[in-house]
């Protein structure tokens, strides 16, 4: 967690993508580099976030995972290791968070996205651009090929 005015790392994909009005997703880092993987290996997606207004208590960040053949894996988690849920962030602050995603041995092959969004029951922010949104107010945030 960077404060207001600090420097924050550059992530190696740039995103500048709103939800609602409150954050900014700046883009996502993914480790190793390449977004090609193979089953049996786990990536690391470090996503910086900065918050743009305060956040109202119980929304929650999701973080989803689509694959292949309509396959579907919940990555939701409270950032920065459960202690930085999103009210409490303030604006100007930087948010590195990070998700470890395993691709177990057997898994299916093919093209997997990960998305992010803010959601308080069955209400989500709308994502800005409509260009990255999948069309159902989630960010289509990044693309991981399994071979």
């Known amino acids: ?20 009005k409150v954050i900014t997703v700046e883009g996502y880092t993914l480790t190793p580099a390449s977004p090609l993987t193979a089953p ?9 976030f900065e918050c743009n207004r ?5 929304w929650r960040l999701f973080f989803h995972m689509l694959g292949p053949g309509g396959t ?5 988690h ?6 930085m849920p999103p009210e409490r962030w303030r604006p ?3 948010i590195l968070d990070r998700v470890r995603i395993a691709f177990p041995a057997g898994s299916p092959r093919g093209m997997y996205q990960v998305v992010v969004g803010l959601f308080r029951g069955s209400d989500r922010l709308p994502i800005t ?7 159902n107010k989630a960010l289509r945030l990044a693309s991981i090929e399994l071979r």
């Open 54 to 58: 305060p956040v109202a208590d119980g």
């Open 1 to 20: 967690v960077l404060g207001a005015g600090a420097r924050a790392p550059s992530p190696a994909n740039r995103l500048d993508a709103t939800i609602g």
């Open 129 to 135: 651009p409509s260009t990255l949104s999948d069309g």
């Open 78 to 83: 409270v950032p920065v290791e459960g202690a």
């Open 92 to 94: 100007g602050q930087h």
């Open 40 to 48: 049996g290996t786990d990536v690391e997606l470090a996503i910086l």
């Open 72 to 76: 579907f894996r919940n990555l939701d």
